[in-house]
């Protein structure tokens, strides 16, 4: 059984020295071959806005930074606002990637692949990541791969938070 875990956090809710429980469970999608098995993982709303809200912020700081880096993005831009995060990469097509608190997802909306739901996935002591379950590819190795072959140079996403490694 997986153990359920704490992680300290200053949640923007006006909470100090918030404990945060993830609380993963034992299902896990059928359909799926990873190299490592995700676990689906089940957390409360107050978490589940936490981690959401960093995830599109951090997306959203790196979509600004690619954008001012790319000359060929020039025009382009991002708005966040209320859970939904736009980026307008002008003849490129626009993202859309928003928060489902009901579905305890995020959603994407991409002018390469079409839309996605992708859902919080554990698989250990890290926080984890966004996976989406029928392909088993995380939100941010999506973003790096799409954003990657637009400006032909490695992206970043996976550096954000929950990207699955550094922050």
């Known amino acids: 059984m997986l153990g359920s875990r704490l ?5 923007k809710l ?15 999608p059928s359909g ?12 409360d709303e107050h978490t589940y806005l936490y981690l ?19 000359e060929k993005l020039s025009g382009g831009d991002t708005t966040l606002a209320d859970g939904v995060l736009t980026v307008k990469l002008a003849e490129f097509g626009t993202y859309v990637v928003n928060k489902q608190t009901p579905n305890m997802q995020i959603w994407l909306s991409s002018p390469v692949s079409g839309p996605a739901r992708y859902d919080l996935q554990s698989s250990g ?4 990541c966004w996976v989406y379950k029928h392909t088993g590819e995380t939100l941010h190795s999506l973003l790096d791969r ?20 550094g922050k």
């Open 7 to 11: 992680i300290s956090s200053g949640l």
């Open 14 to 28: 006006g909470l100090s020295n918030q404990k945060l429980l993830l609380s993963p469970v034992k299902f896990c």
């Open 32 to 43: 799926i071959s990873l190299a490592f098995k995700f676990c689906s993982t089940k957390v």
């Open 52 to 70: 959401t809200n960093e995830t599109l912020e951090s997306i959203n700081d790196k979509f600004s930074e690619i954008i001012e880096d790319h």
């Open 125 to 128: 002591e890290d926080l984890g």
């Open 146 to 165: 799409e954003m990657g072959e637009l400006v032909g140079e490695d992206t970043d996403f996976q550096e954000c938070f929950m990207g699955g490694r």
